[in-house]
């Protein structure tokens, strides 16, 4: 596609972007997601091909489910930030992670599948995917045992911390 016809697109569609942008409430970082959506136009414009429909659906589609991406992209890192910083909260997390009698005792309240999370993903320094795979389950299993082990940790850190 040539340079200009794709700057013709950008005009055509950038009330398309706008109205996705501001229907996803995604205005509080507007410029990165306005070139998400751009990108997205720009490879529709590549992989676009006539005897599968409109070029407006197709980039509706498009748009939208690449704005959709980065938006869960965005909720699933400050998820994972959110719950590893539990330990950045606690005055003692530095001697907690670096001392291995700390984490033992933070490891007798937790059932089997949360120790497991707990060695692997501090210990180890494993993924969620890699201590899926090493525990042949989902991911989102994993997920459920950091979770659980996380509200227990911080259970135990506020009654020691009192």
């Given at each position: ?87 950045e ?10 001392s ?47 979770k659980?082990?996380?509200?227990k ?10």
């Amino acid at each position: 596609m040539k340079e200009v016809e794709f700057e013709e697109l950008i005009v055509r569609f950038t009330p398309l972007i706008k109205n996705q942008i501001k229907k996803l409430n995604l205005t509080h970082a507007y410029q990165k997601y306005e070139q998400d959506a751009l990108i997205a136009l720009w490879e529709c414009s590549m992989s676009f091909d006539e005897t599968k429909g409109s070029f407006s659906a197709y980039a509706y589609v498009k748009v939208r489910g690449k704005l959709l991406d980065a938006c869960r992209k965005e909720i699933r890192i400050y998820k994972e930030l959110q719950a590893q910083s539990v330990f950045e909260d606690h005055p003692d997390s530095s001697s907690m992670l670096h001392s291995d009698s700390d984490l033992e005792r933070y490891k007798k309240g937790l059932t089997i599948k949360q120790r497991t999370w707990l060695q692997q993903a501090i210990e180890q320094e494993k993924s969620l995917k890699e201590i899926a795979f090493t525990e042949g389950v989902s991911i989102e299993a994993v997920k459920s045992w950091r979770k659980s082990a996380l509200s227990k940790i911080r259970k135990q850190l506020n009654s020691t911390s009192m």
